[in-house]
């Protein structure tokens, strides 16, 4: 499809486990954010990859959560030994440099047991 | 340092009332970028309109307004004539020419459109 495509789109597992979330950007869109957004809440900034430069990695909660974007497309957000305050929808959009227009997938909602 | 103030949580009204959101920032910068997104029921949050500090025009796209107004630092959002479909949470967002990349977002407002 032609917009920002995340999975899964639910996602449940037991306190302790890892889990990977993937976001699959806009083609052509060389930003790409993570954030995140709890029931009833605003958005979180988690972290942020724009082309070849390091990732803005400063919204990252703690050191269990880690993401990588291989080749400038595919992003993976890590959760490791999950925690039942991680449960969340978990946000990816993607931007043509820094318009500021993001355009959002639909989200992965974890939920930690 | 930067800030986006959505003070109204919640609005209800019933359709066809007219409605604004209400919205304030803080910021340092001359330039500076104003954003509004929707979130629907749905879940998937789209984007509005975007602003940037230099342009004070109105902008009116149907039913939807937006008022820029740098005296008061605010950037409010007007529906005309409501309908049911505008039920979602509305963000407010700021970017700053130096950090542009970097969105401040509001909290957000809540509209629940009634039949």
């Known amino acids: 499809g032609a917009g920002v495509s995340q999975s899964p789109s639910n996602k449940v597992t037991e306190k302790g486990k890892d889990v990977e979330l993937r976001c699959d950007p806009i083609?052509?869109?060389?930003?790409l954010y993570w954030y995140r957004q709890s029931l009833g809440q605003g958005l979180e900034f988690l972290i942020y990859?724009?082309?070849?430069?390091?990732?803005?990695k400063s919204g990252l909660p703690s050191d269990r959560f880690s993401a990588e974007r291989t080749g400038g497309s595919v992003s993976t957000l890590t959760i490791q030994r999950t925690q039942q305050e991680d449960s969340a929808v978990y946000l990816c959009?993607?931007?043509?440099?820094?318009?500021?227009?993001?355009?959002f997938g639909e989200g992965s909602r974890l939920t930690v047991l | 340092a930067q800030k986006v103030t959505q003070a109204q949580t919640e609005i209800s009204v019933v359709e066809k009332e007219d409605v604004t959101l209400d919205c304030v920032y803080e910021?340092?910068?001359?330039?500076?970028?104003l954003f509004w997104y929707k979130q629907p029921p749905s879940g998937e949050l789209v984007f509005l309109i975007r602003?940037?500090?230099?342009d004070e025009q109105n902008e009116i796209s149907g039913r939807y307004s937006w008022n820029f107004q740098k005296s008061t630092s605010s950037f409010n959002f007007t529906i005309t004539a409501s309908q049911v479909v505008d039920s979602a949470v509305y963000f407010c967002?700021?970017?700053?020419?130096?950090?542009?990349?970097?969105?401040?977002w509001g909290a957000g407002t809540k509209l629940i459109i009634k039949p």
């Open positions: 990859f724009q082309g070849n430069s390091a990732p803005d």
């Open positions: 602003r940037n500090s230099f």
């Open positions: 967002a700021l970017s700053e020419a130096h950090d542009r990349y970097q969105l401040i």
């Open positions: 959009a993607s931007s043509f440099y820094y318009t500021g227009e993001l355009f």
């Open positions: 083609s052509g869109h060389t930003a």
């Open positions: 910021t340092r910068d001359t330039t500076y970028y």
